[in-house]
């Protein structure tokens, strides 16, 4: 919902953006003690830790979900026009890029394995150009 007022949809628009980098944050940061933790923490006998750090990093995951929706919710309808355009292109170039990989990789085209991490960069890097450019286009 927005403020009825300018202040006030500024003010809504400000604790969204904070709110969605506090819980990317907190995302990020599960992510690195999930991966990390069982050979820099506690050790990799210690399964239930490994288990509780991944559903914390879930638990995160969830928050940042909400909160993003929460941010889109509290945007402009120009800037949320911009951001559900770059989210579209890069779905649809994580579907095109996965799915061409996997029949590649299944017809035995590929010597080479791709690691989720590469995956989540290139969709990253996707959503980061078809942003700038849709905020260059509608300047």
């Known amino acids: 919902m927005k403020a009825?007022?300018?202040?006030?949809?500024y003010r809504q628009e400000i604790r969204a953006t904070a709110n969605l980098f506090g819980w990317g944050l907190a995302w990020i940061a599960t992510l690195a003690l999930a991966r990390f933790g069982p050979e820099l923490l506690w050790g990799p006998?210690?399964?239930v830790a490994s288990w509780a750090a991944v559903i914390l990093n879930l638990a995160a995951g969830?928050?940042?979900?909400?909160a993003f929706t929460r941010f889109l919710r509290?945007?402009?309808e120009?800037?949320?026009?911009?951001?559900?355009?770059?989210?579209a292109i890069t779905l649809g170039a994580g579907w095109v890029a996965g799915l061409g990989y996997v029949v590649a990789d299944a017809a035995g085209l590929l010597s080479f394995d791709v690691d989720i991490a590469?995956?989540?960069?290139?969709?990253?890097?996707?959503f980061l150009i078809?942003?700038?450019?849709?905020?260059?286009?509608?300047r």
């Open 118 to 126: 590469a995956f989540s960069v290139f969709l990253g890097i996707v």
């Open 45 to 47: 006998t210690q399964q």
């Open 62 to 66: 969830i928050g940042w979900i909400v």
């Open 74 to 76: 509290a945007v402009d």
């Open 4 to 9: 009825d007022t300018p202040t006030g949809g």
């Open 78 to 87: 120009l800037q949320r026009q911009i951001i559900l355009g770059a989210l």
């Open 130 to 138: 078809t942003f700038l450019v849709g905020r260059i286009r509608y």
